[in-house]
């Protein structure tokens, strides 16, 4: 949840219309983590609407910023000695 969200006072109710089936297989994950069914909601969607928003960021550069971002997007990937090693293994699940 962001600080800003943390700071502000609950003060507004919302209601939702849930099947028995979803309510008992969040009650069960906010049992698992330690929370309440509020507090497990809360995060949850607060932490989805965080990730979605995060991929939408605009940015503002000047021309010089713009020129450098450019010329860094453009430019040869270095080698990466860890990286290569890593994608040489064969993953867990395979």
Known sequence: MTK???KLKSSETLNLRISPAQRELIDTAA?????????F??????????????ER?????????????????DAAPQDNS???????????WE
């Open 82 to 92: 860890k990286l290569a090693k890593m994608l040489d293994k064969k993953a867990p």
């Open 4 to 6: 800003s969200a943390k």
């Open 31 to 39: 049992g698992v983590c330690g929370k309440t069914r509020t507090s």
């Open 41 to 54: 909601i809360l995060d949850s969607v607060s932490q989805a609407a965080e990730n979605l928003l995060s």
């Open 57 to 73: 960021n605009i940015f503002v550069l000047s021309e010089e910023q713009w020129a450098e971002f450019d010329r860094v997007l």
